[in-house]
């Protein structure tokens, strides 16, 4: 197995303009989490699916947006894009949404510049 | 809400010293906290949570609720231990959301 896959690797975009990042889990992994990491920071937390329903939201703007597909895999939107949305978006999968007992594996990132 | 803290973004120490990367964290309930692991060019990944209560490379980590710490203990690094680390805390019931903290960059130096 791959492991958690992360497309693209980087990107660059302008100001307002609009990005689609993509995750596949780990083969039979029902959850998938997306954090924001900025450059000198840890990550923080965007959104969780599970079973294709949004578990969990962090406190992102209604810019954000995420969906889960039927094959598991997810999509994070993010519209408007601003200077501040510059950073790592991570992925992370997990078999369910247990916390402590259930260990999130994380993909390698998608950079994002916004100029 | 709850937070991590992790003072020390740096630390630097040689190799065969003990080394300790502080956490501490703020919540009124009982907690999940891990530590996870970013070597140079490689994913996040889990190094140790506390309810597992387990070693990995010699690493252990001990949950003290009266001080609200989780700090992260080795009595004799090696430079393979150069990383960044990062505490992160899950509250029971939320899933598998993490909180981190801003992470600590450690080099271990021959």
């Known amino acids: 197995d791959a492991g958690v896959t992360q497309s693209p690797t980087h990107l660059i975009k302008t100001r307002g303009q609009h990005v689609t990042l993509r995750c596949s889990p780990i083969s039979g992994h029902k959850s998938v989490s997306w954090y924001q990491q900025v450059l000198g920071q840890g990550p923080q937390f965007i959104f969780q699916?599970?079973?294709?329903?949004?578990?969990g939201r962090g406190n992102f703007p209604d810019r954000f947006s995420a969906r889960q597909f039927p094959n598991y895999s997810s999509e994070l939107n993010v519209n408007a894009l601003l200077l501040g949305d510059s950073a790592l978006y991570l992925c992370?999968?997990?078999?369910?949404?247990?916390?402590?007992?259930?260990?999130?594996?994380f993909g390698p990132g998608t950079r994002l510049t916004v100029l | 809400a709850q937070r991590v803290t992790q003072p020390e973004k740096l630390l630097s120490v040689f190799k065969g010293a003990p080394v300790e990367l502080k956490c501490n964290y703020s919540y009124s309930g009982s907690p999940e906290l891990f530590w996870y692991v970013q070597y140079s060019r490689q994913r996040l990944q889990l190094l140790l949570r506390?309810?597992s209560r387990e070693s990995i490379k010699g690493f252990t980590a001990d949950l003290n609720k009266g001080e609200t710490s989780f700090h992260l203990k080795k009595p004799f690094a090696q430079e393979e231990d150069s990383a960044m680390y990062y505490c992160?805390?899950?509250?029971?019931?939320?899933?598998?959301?993490?909180?981190f903290g801003e992470g600590t960059q450690l080099t271990v130096n021959p």
């Open positions: 992370a999968s997990s078999l369910a949404m247990t916390g402590g007992t259930d260990t999130q594996y």
């Open positions: 992160a805390l899950s509250r029971p019931g939320s899933g598998s959301r993490l909180t």
């Open positions: 506390h309810i």
């Open positions: 699916y599970y079973e294709k329903e949004e578990r």
